[in-house]
């Protein structure tokens, strides 16, 4: 079976995002270090998303202050974020720059991104990839007028879910997501409260 063609798989990965209701995955996330150049300390997190827009983030990696806080988004409670770690709570603006990135880890949030940079770039042929023992289609692209002058998007090939994200610019890797595990749980709004 041929390999899907860059616009094709891009398609597909939106139908998939649009109609997958609930889902939780685990990601790696490594940035560059703006004062050594070098991608920064692997960063790890779990996210459960139902739609249209409840979502649950654990921290598992970080740094030592915030290894193991949650935060909440359940706007049927209340619009604004909590976040626990241990006995210390907070309560978030959504729009507080402390979290603005808490908003970005959705599927949704991702694929917007990906069509932006997608829309008039160059196109690299679709490829099959293996990652460990998971197979992928990998699909590369520079946009047009970002700072962003390279991405790199592999998606699963039996489910389309992403298993790795990596943006660059001219001086090599700006950021970094493996995304090591997914399922497909029967989530609740209920299950989004502290």
Do not use: C
Not at 95 to 110: C, H, M, V, Y
Not at 121 to 135: I, P, S, W, Y
Not at 159 to 179: C, H, N, Q, W
Request: glycine share 6%.
């Amino acid at each position: 079976m041929p390999s899907p063609t860059p616009q094709q798989l891009m398609q597909q990965f939106a139908q998939k995002v649009a109609r997958t209701r609930a889902y939780s995955y685990t990601w790696e996330f490594q940035e560059r270090d703006a004062s050594t150049g070098k991608l920064g300390e692997k960063q790890i997190y779990k996210l459960e998303f139902l739609q249209p827009h409840y979502r649950k983030m654990t921290i598992i990696q970080r740094d030592l202050f915030s290894n193991g806080a949650v935060l909440i988004y359940n706007p049927d409670v209340e619009k604004k974020v909590h976040a626990r770690k241990g006995l210390i709570r907070r309560v978030y603006e959504p729009n507080d720059p402390e979290i603005a990135r808490f908003f970005e880890t959705d599927l949704g949030s991702i694929l917007k991104d990906l069509q932006r940079l997608f829309r008039g770039a160059k196109v690299e042929a679709v490829r099959r990839v293996q990652l460990g023992q998971r197979n992928g289609y990998e699909l590369g692209f520079a946009p047009p007028k970002d700072p962003v002058e390279r991405v790199s998007l592999t998606l699963e090939r039996n489910d389309l879910m992403p298993l790795r994200i990596e943006y660059a610019d001219s001086k090599g890797t700006r950021s970094l997501r493996v995304f090591t595990e997914y399922a497909f749980p029967n989530l609740k709004p209920d299950d989004f409260k502290f």
